[in-house]
């Protein structure tokens, strides 16, 4: 899966020249915020990680982009043991221009999140593949940089492990279109 998502960013990369116009197609960014982790069945000590992810995408309207991404998404900690996650996604992104410097936009894709377990944790990686969606805001300072206000949430499904739940990311970021 891993091939594919980075086959869909390699393709954006080698397809947006051939598209490009006068304005900005290609972006790319980086965001922090805050992730809120909920597993089924465990009690957490440590479930809000500051959480990171770094992203590029390519807009083929000014209504619809797609956009791939790295994400830690921090580390948890409970019962004596803890678990780090991180993982790539790739969505499609719905965005509603309402001026110049702002728009809405909304996301609908894929992830593939891993946790590792530590500490008292013990056994195998824990993998989810699963939807994710997201919802935010975007004020472009000039047509080369913006800065993002984002939730996105994720799935965490591995029925091998018994861990299951979700994250919920509250984010800002900063994005630069070339």
């Keep these: 899966m891993k091939k594919i998502a980075i086959a869909a960013l390699l393709s954006v990369v080698v397809v947006a020249p051939a598209v490009a116009a006068d304005e900005p197609h290609m972006y790319a960014?980086?965001?922090?915020?805050?992730?809120?982790t909920s597993i089924d069945n465990q009690v957490l000590d440590t479930a809000n990680p500051t959480a990171f992810g770094v992203f590029l995408g390519h807009t083929f309207s000014p209504n619809f982009g797609?956009?791939?991404e790295y994400l830690?998404?921090?580390?948890?900690?409970?019962?004596?043991?803890?678990a780090k996650s991180t993982g790539f996604s790739l969505s499609g992104v719905g965005s509603?221009?309402?001026?110049e410097q702002f728009s809405l936009f909304g996301k609908l894709?894929?992830?593939m999140i891993t946790s590792?377990?530590?500490?008292?944790?013990?056994?195998?990686?824990?993998?989810?593949?699963?939807v994710t969606y997201g919802l935010g805001g975007q004020y472009n300072f000039s047509s080369g940089v913006g800065v993002r206000l984002g939730w996105d949430k994720y799935k965490l499904d591995d029925s091998s492990q018994s861990f299951n739940g979700h994250v919920?990311?509250?984010?800002v970021g900063a994005v630069f279109k070339f």
């Design 29 to 36: 960014g980086v965001r922090v915020g805050q992730a809120k």
């Design 66 to 68: 797609i956009e791939g």
């Design 72 to 82: 830690a998404l921090g580390e948890i900690k409970g019962g004596g043991g803890s």
């Design 96 to 99: 509603y221009p309402i001026n």
């Design 109 to 111: 894709g894929y992830a």
């Design 116 to 130: 590792k377990p530590g500490g008292s944790f013990t056994g195998p990686d824990a993998k989810s593949k699963a």
């Design 168 to 171: 919920s990311l509250i984010s």
